[in-house]
Structures are given as structure tokens and as C-alpha cells.
């Protein structure tokens, strides 16, 4: 099955789906071309505002994709200088928490909260980062209990190497060889879904045999965490970075640890691969990017979407 560029008319990325009072809601980042050279830490991305899409229907394959416009902008979050990358959304009690990462006045990357009474937006940023956040990619997993934990991670320009256990590195280490890799963090969110309530835990991912999966693998974890519950079982899936690959791996609770179960989705056109998995109107659906309409010069990513379902032993099969 052919894949679905959703918004044609703008380049989008990262796209977080959720379903929200029966619709589905995808909140991406916005590409823009800034003029910035490239280079390995992402400088070309300057994305510095996140819309919203919604699905006017029942088929994301088929339905009207509609822009709700400009829900949270750059400036007017006062500790972010540029660079909202990577975001998600949790509903809590009515209200609607935009969960993003951006760079502040010193160049670091933290993670902040938004806050909207509508899916829709607009959203209303806190005056500060939530406090020990670090690094990109946020994903935040609303569990059946309602407890709301926070995914994050991204290596090279999401600065992940630079940290060891939540303290900040005199130098920056990537591991190589048979070293562990850097892995995800997750964090559990306080009750009023603006800050953490723990210190951030590793995401461990184990080969089929119980070992911890090396940093030499080209399956290990390196940004674009997502969570999503199956069956009870919960689904770790993750970009691979630098070889370009979407993999899951499955446990029993939301830290892990998870077990590799495979690829999700082959290198595409691009540099990056990330993406989405949601369950809508009773199906189940892939939701990523890739480069192809850009031509791939000026790395500018459209958004994708593809059917998926899972096997009797809960392999996810994408339909493509």
C-alpha cells in the first residue's frame, strides 16, 4: 500500500497523533527553510512554531486534512531563544497539555509545557522548562491508571551525550562497540502535568536473548521515542538516527525494560526518520516523514501516513 502525504501545501515532521473526543489531532514540527546551513546537529532546523492538523473524517488515508493554524509560537515562551523541535499532547481533566522541546538563551535544550483548553489551542507556555529536563523528543503516555509519563532522548544535535544518569558531563561521550547505548529517559509527570515527579530512568533494550542491546547496533536507540499500550503489552518504538531505521521492542510496565521485536519502517528518503502510532476508529495507523517533496536539497519533511495491524503474537506488521 502506497503511503498518504497528509499536507501537501506545508512541510511538517515529527508528527505526534492522538485522538482526542473521538477525533484524531496530529501535532507536528514545522519546517521552514531559514537559510542555515546544514550540519550533523540539525542547525537547519529552526522550526519556530507548531500548528496543529486535524482529520475532518473517519479514514486518514482518504479524509480532509485540516490546518487549525499556529497553536504555540516561539516567542511567546520566555525562556526558548529558537529551535521547537519534536512535541506531543496529553489531555488531563479537561485540559490539554502541550509537552515541547526548544533551546533556551545558552543553547541547551530543555523541555517545556503548554497548557489549552481546546485541542485545538491555542496553547498558553509556562514561564520556565520543566526543571531536570534535558535533551529532545518528548512523547508523553497517558497509562490506563491515568498516570502520565514523559518519553524523551535524542543523540548528537539533541544533546543527549551530553549527560550520564541526569548529571550533566564535563565531556560529552557517545558510546561505540560493545559499550551500552546512550538510551531514552522517561519520566513520571506530577498530578498537575508541569513537571516531573522523579528523576528521569533509562529506557534499557534487550536482544531476544536478555543481553543489552550494544551501542554497534544499528537497531539501538538514538531520538523519536513513542509509547503505545497493545493488548496490554506496552510498545517501545524509536528511531535508530544514523541508519535510519523505525524499530519497536515490547514489556510489561511503562520503565521497561523492552525486548527488540524488529523494524517498523526502512530507511526513507532523508536524513531522519520519525513518526507516530495511534489507533483510530478501531484501526491502526503509522504516522511519520520523509523528504521526497522537497526533492531532497533543502531537507524540508512531509508528512506520512501508513495503515498497520499486529499479529496474533503481537509483531506489528506496517502495511506498505
Given at each position: 500500500?502506497?503511503?498518504?502525504?497528509?499536507?501537501?501545501?506545508?512541510?511538517?515532521a515529527?508528527?505526534?497523533?492522538?485522538?482526542?473526543?473521538?477525533?484524531?489531532?496530529?501535532?507536528?514540527?514545522?519546517?521552514?527553510?531559514?537559510?542555515?546551513?546544514?550540519d550533523?546537529?540539525?542547525?537547519?532546523?529552526?522550526?519556530h512554531?507548531?500548528?496543529?492538523?486535524?482529520?475532518?473524517?473517519d479514514?486518514?488515508m482518504?479524509?480532509?486534512?485540516?490546518?487549525?493554524?499556529v497553536?504555540?509560537?516561539?516567542?511567546?515562551?520566555a525562556?526558548a531563544?529558537?529551535?521547537?523541535?519534536?512535541?506531543?499532547?496529553?489531555?488531563?481533566?479537561?485540559?490539554?497539555?502541550l509537552?515541547?522541546?526548544?533551546?533556551?538563551?545558552n543553547?541547551?535544550?530543555?523541555?517545556?509545557?503548554a497548557?489549552?483548553?481546546?485541542?485545538?489551542?491555542?496553547?498558553k507556555?509556562?514561564d520556565?522548562?520543566?526543571?531536570?529536563?534535558?535533551?529532545?523528543?518528548p512523547?508523553?503516555?497517558?497509562?490506563?491508571?491515568?498516570?502520565?509519563?514523559c518519553?524523551?532522548?535524542?543523540?548528537?544535535?539533541?544533546?543527549?551525550?551530553?549527560?550520564k544518569?541526569?548529571?550533566?558531563?564535563?565531556?560529552?561521550?557517545?558510546?561505540?562497540g560493545?559499550e551500552?547505548?546512550?538510551?531514552s529517559?522517561?519520566?513520571?509527570m506530577?498530578?498537575?502535568?508541569?513537571?516531573?515527579?522523579?528523576?528521569?530512568?533509562?529506557?534499557?533494550?534487550?536482544?531476544?536473548?536478555?543481553?543489552?542491546?550494544?551501542?554497534?547496533?544499528?537497531?539501538?536507540?538514538?531520538e523519536?521515542?513513542?509509547?503505545?499500550?497493545?493488548?496490554?503489552?506496552?510498545y517501545?518504538?524509536?528511531?535508530?538516527?544514523?541508519?535510519?531505521?523505525?524499530?519497536?521492542a515490547?514489556?510489561?510496565?511503562?520503565?521497561?525494560?523492552?525486548?527488540?521485536?524488529?523494524?517498523?519502517?526502512?530507511p526513507?528518503?532523508?536524513?531522519t526518520?520519525?513518526h507516530?502510532i495511534?489507533?483510530?476508529?478501531?484501526?491502526?495507523?503509522?504516522?511519520?516523514?520523509?523528504?521526497?517533496?522537497?526533492?531532497?536539497?533543502?531537507w524540508?519533511?512531509?508528512?506520512?501516513?501508513?495503515?498497520?495491524?499486529?499479529?496474533?503474537n503481537?509483531?506489528?506488521?506496517?502495511?506498505?
Amino acid at each position: 500500500m502506497q503511503a498518504r502525504y497528509l499536507f501537501p501545501s506545508d512541510y511538517m515532521a515529527d508528527p505526534s497523533a492522538n485522538v482526542f473526543n473521538g477525533k484524531l489531532y496530529i501535532y507536528p514540527s514545522h519546517d521552514w527553510d531559514s537559510g542555515e546551513a546544514f550540519d550533523d546537529d540539525g542547525g537547519h532546523f529552526q522550526m519556530h512554531d507548531y500548528h496543529v492538523l486535524s482529520i475532518e473524517g473517519d479514514d486518514p488515508m482518504t479524509s480532509p486534512v485540516k490546518d487549525n493554524g499556529v497553536i504555540l509560537d516561539v516567542k511567546d515562551v520566555a525562556w526558548a531563544e529558537k529551535q521547537m523541535w519534536d512535541n506531543d499532547v496529553v489531555e488531563k481533566d479537561g485540559k490539554y497539555y502541550l509537552i515541547f522541546s526548544a533551546k533556551d538563551y545558552n543553547g541547551v535544550f530543555h523541555l517545556g509545557v503548554a497548557v489549552a483548553d481546546r485541542p485545538e489551542g491555542p496553547f498558553k507556555a509556562d514561564d520556565n522548562p520543566i526543571r531536570t529536563s534535558y535533551s529532545i523528543d518528548p512523547c508523553v503516555f497517558k497509562d490506563d491508571d491515568g498516570a502520565i509519563y514523559c518519553y524523551f532522548g535524542g543523540i548528537w544535535g539533541g544533546q543527549l551525550q551530553r549527560y550520564k544518569d541526569n548529571i550533566l558531563l564535563k565531556d560529552e561521550h557517545l558510546p561505540e562497540g560493545d559499550e551500552a547505548p546512550l538510551p531514552s529517559r522517561v519520566a513520571r509527570m506530577t498530578d498537575d502535568v508541569h513537571q516531573f515527579a522523579e528523576l528521569s530512568k533509562p529506557i534499557i533494550i534487550l536482544n531476544p536473548d536478555g543481553t543489552v542491546m550494544p551501542a554497534n547496533d544499528p537497531h539501538r536507540f538514538f531520538e523519536a521515542s513513542w509509547m503505545h499500550k497493545y493488548n496490554g503489552t506496552y510498545y517501545f518504538s524509536y528511531s535508530t538516527g544514523d541508519s535510519h531505521l523505525l524499530c519497536y521492542a515490547t514489556g510489561n510496565n511503562p520503565y521497561g525494560p523492552f525486548t527488540y521485536r524488529g523494524v517498523l519502517l526502512e530507511p526513507v528518503v532523508g536524513w531522519t526518520t520519525h513518526h507516530s502510532i495511534v489507533e483510530y476508529k478501531g484501526k491502526w495507523y503509522l504516522f511519520h516523514h520523509d523528504c521526497v517533496p522537497s526533492k531532497g536539497t533543502t531537507w524540508l519533511r512531509s508528512l506520512k501516513v501508513l495503515p498497520l495491524h499486529y499479529t496474533n503474537n503481537g509483531d506489528i506488521v506496517v502495511e506498505q
